[in-house]
Structures are given as C-alpha cells and as structure tokens.
C-alpha cells in the first residue's frame, strides 16, 4: 500500500470536480453519475462538488470499474 500512496502524494487532499475527472479519465456526467449515486463520495463547498483525496483512492481500489 506503500508503494500507491506514493503516485497520489501530488494530488490536493480535497479535489474539485475537474480534477477528479482529469485522474479518473472520465467526463463530467460520469462523474456526477458517480456522485449521485454515492459510488463515490462528495461534498458541496460553495456550490461545487468536492472530492477527498482519501475518497477518491479507495474508490479506485476497490471498484469493479477499474478492474475489467
């Protein structure tokens, strides 16, 4: 687990919609997608969704999305 948290350690602890769409390589809808139905969690701060960094890797880990 190390060895990941390294290729995330550049990433902001809290993540704006187009940033978490840039890592994910997903579009907008897909993310909102995500997002509303809680596949992966957020917060609104200001009007915009916020993602945490922590979310945002254990949503890649453990979803079946990234593991086709």
């Known amino acids: ?3 990941k948290n390294l290729m995330y350690e550049n ?3 809290l993540l704006t919609r ?3 769409q ?3 390589c997903v579009g907008k809808n897909t993310l909102l ?4 139905t809680q596949k992966l969690p957020a917060i609104i701060i200001g ?6 960094k922590d979310d945002l890797i254990e949503f890649i880990d453990n979803s ?3 593991h086709k």
């Not at 997608?33 to 509303?36: D, S, V, W």
């Not at 009007?47 to 945490?52: C, E």
């Open 18 to 20: 187009k940033e978490a």
């Open 33 to 36: 997608n995500l997002i509303h």
């Open 64 to 66: 079946i999305y990234w």
């Open 1 to 3: 687990r190390k060895g």
């Open 47 to 52: 009007g915009s969704f916020k993602t945490r």
């Open 11 to 13: 990433i902001p602890d």
């Open 22 to 24: 840039r890592i994910l």
